[in-house]
């Protein structure tokens, strides 16, 4: 069973809409670690946020915002006024505390920006 | 600068031509570990390290051996790859404390096997 799923593959929105790439998890840890990571064109991986299991406070980061329900098991991400610089594929990924050094990856959403 | 490097970046090699491609962090961290990407699937742990001389087996280890000799260096070996194992490898390492808050990834290597 996948441990996290992001549903939607591929996203286009143009440039300065709003977009929220959907992130659902599945575990049985009562602690538990989850990411979000983009990856441009370039192709390296760059750690945006991580959240612990404890801590629903949603964040916001300049444009950047996320949404941790842990009743509905979702970590979403939101961009706002999305620009062409956050064209990228962007992985939600947890880790559980019993496991601690395995990451779960989801497939990854592949957002582009239409400028 | 605090970084994960990965090399080569790009390697196309033959069918049953052992090959290594190297990691190494200047981070000190614990933690390190090799993950594959391919696409529809996301990234897969092949293995991962706790510290030096300690190494268990990801989801996908089949095929690769790691060795963590020194704690900055972990190499992926591959004794004998096969096409299936073409993809992009991304090495990875965190702190023993900092894993919450993630891996610093290398750059990526660009595997095509023929």
């Known amino acids: 069973a996948q441990k996290v799923t992001q549903a939607q593959t591929e996203i286009s929105v143009v440039e300065k809409e709003d977009v929220t790439l959907d992130c659902v998890y599945e575990?049985?840890?009562?602690?538990?670690?989850l990411f979000w990571y983009k990856q441009p064109p370039s192709g390296e991986l760059v750690f945006l946020i991580r959240?612990?299991?404890?801590?629903?406070q949603n964040e916001i980061s300049g444009r950047y915002s996320w949404n941790f329900q842990k009743s509905t098991s979702s970590f979403n991400f939101t961009i706002t006024a999305s620009q062409v610089v956050d064209s990228a594929v962007y992985f939600c990924a947890l880790s559980e505390a019993r496991t601690g050094n395995q990451f779960y990856f989801g497939t990854g959403t592949s957002l582009t920006v239409i400028p | 600068e605090a970084q994960v490097t990965q090399n080569p970046r790009y390697l196309i090699t033959v069918t049953g031509k052992k090959l290594t491609v190297t990691c190494s962090q200047n981070m000190n961290h614990e933690y390190m570990s090799w993950y594959r990407q391919d696409p529809g699937l996301g990234l897969r742990q092949i293995y991962y390290?706790?510290?030096?001389?300690?190494?268990d087996k990801g989801d996908v280890p089949e095929g690769y051996k790691v060795s963590r000799k020194e704690k900055r260096n972990f190499p992926l070996i591959l004794e004998s790859p096969s096409p299936n194992q073409t993809s992009l490898y991304f090495c990875?390492?965190?702190?023993?404390?900092?894993?919450?808050?993630?891996?610093?990834f290398g750059s990526g290597t660009r595997l095509t096997v023929v």
């Open positions: 990875a390492s965190s702190s023993r404390t900092g894993l919450k808050g993630g891996y610093t």
């Open positions: 575990t049985r840890d009562t602690t538990y670690y």
């Open positions: 390290s706790m510290n030096v001389e300690v190494t």
């Open positions: 959240r612990n299991s404890f801590d629903e």
